[in-house]
């Protein structure tokens, strides 16, 4: 099997030097370049695949989870910072593992190990397959909400009501918040406050749209939405 390619982006000299040392000492990664911005990286990742990314939060220009959000097909990510508080955006935007600095060689080899276990099971990015679920904020917790499950979100001024198949969740969050986390294929937005579940559409005209016995309003501007369903 061939070496796993990889990239750092990271700002820190004394953290890329450290990285680099840890990668070295590991047989499968071949560490093809190092950044100090996320800019950087996005020009070389254009030209040259890689197969994982070392990503530090805190970066100049644009942060980490922002540039991670623009990466239609990522690698593997994994996630290297001093703060704790990213590590569930991090994983629901499907990070391989979350490394809180300082970290040692052993917790290091642990997750780029996960990363090589997985590389036969990878499929070919168009094929790729997507998380099925979203963590939530709900009373103080983060509570795990499955995409098949969601019938309909509706604006609630600073809250976002999520109405599932089985209980319904109130998350403080705006409508556009909530939608960028949603599989655009599965949910269309039908108004200004609320979204749809495709998959739970039962009948729909220009101005309503019914979705298990419950009939939501169909925005003047949001019509074409539902044309192709």
Do not use: W
Not at 20 to 30: D, E, H, K, N, T
Not at 97 to 124: H, M, S, W
Not at 158 to 181: A, C, G
């Amino acid at each position: 099997m061939s070496d796993i390619r990889c990239i750092i982006i990271e700002d820190e000299p004394l953290a890329v030097k450290i990285l680099s040392g840890y990668i070295a000492q590991v047989p499968f990664l071949r560490l093809e370049a190092a950044f100090k911005d996320a800019i950087l990286a996005t020009d070389y990742l254009r030209q040259h695949p890689v197969d994982l990314i070392f990503l530090d939060i805190h970066l100049p220009k644009l942060k980490g989870m922002a540039f991670l959000k623009t990466l239609t097909h990522p690698p593997a990510v994994i996630v290297t910072t001093a703060y704790h508080q990213y590590a569930v955006e991090g994983f629901n935007l499907n990070v391989t593992d979350y490394l809180l600095k300082p970290f040692e060689f052993e917790r290091f080899l642990v997750a780029v190990n996960k990363v090589n276990a997985t590389r036969g099971e990878q499929p070919a990015p168009s094929e790729n397959r997507e998380k099925d679920f979203v963590f939530l904020n709900v009373q103080k917790k983060k509570v795990k909400v499955l995409f098949s499950e969601i019938v309909y979100i509706e604006s609630q001024r600073e809250y976002v009501r999520i109405v599932t198949t089985k209980k319904e969740f109130l998350s403080k969050m705006s409508t556009h918040e909530i939608e960028d986390l949603l599989p655009a294929g599965m949910f269309k937005r039908i108004h200004r406050s609320f979204i749809v579940s495709v998959e739970m559409i039962e009948s729909y005209t220009a101005e309503e749209v019914e979705v298990r016995g419950v009939c939501l309003p169909v925005g003047r501007g949001y019509r074409e939405v539902l044309e192709g369903l």
